[in-house]
Nanobody, 123 residues
């Protein structure tokens, strides 16, 4: 019913920048919070940043001051601008959205995840 498609991952040197995008499509009535999570090898998935429908962000302490989350509600898209990347930022980054599905009105709420995009930071 609803899909999230991420893009923008890749290989970057430490200190560099990348911008991730995540676009939602399908039978979307509205989208509440959207966010980015990451999972490094051998570690649990963790929250990176999250943004409400009104644009209020929260960040993990490890990325504060370096990453910026934003969203375009007209495009059902969330972005993650990552600057001053560090080796420890290497992970698969996943997009998540709290979606209300429905064509003519709200039908049900879903938690939707993207397939993940790999970010590799090299020295």
């Amino acid at each position: 019913q609803v899909q999230l498609v991420e893009s923008g991952g890749g290989l970057v040197q430490a200190g560099g920048s990348l911008r991730l995008s995540c676009a939602a499509s399908g039978s979307i009535f509205s989208i509440n919070a959207m966010g980015w999570y990451r999972q490094a090898p051998g570690k649990q998935r963790e929250l990176v940043a999250r943004i409400t429908s009104g644009g209020s962000p929260i960040y993990a302490d490890s990325v504060k001051g370096r990453f910026t989350i934003s969203r375009d509600n007209t495009k059902d898209t969330v972005y993650l601008q990552m600057n001053s990347l560090k080796l420890e930022d290497t992970a698969v980054y996943y997009c998540r959205a709290d979606v209300v599905v429905g064509k003519l009105g709200p039908e049900m709420g879903l938690e939707v995840w993207g397939q993940g995009t790999l970010v590799t930071v090299s020295s």
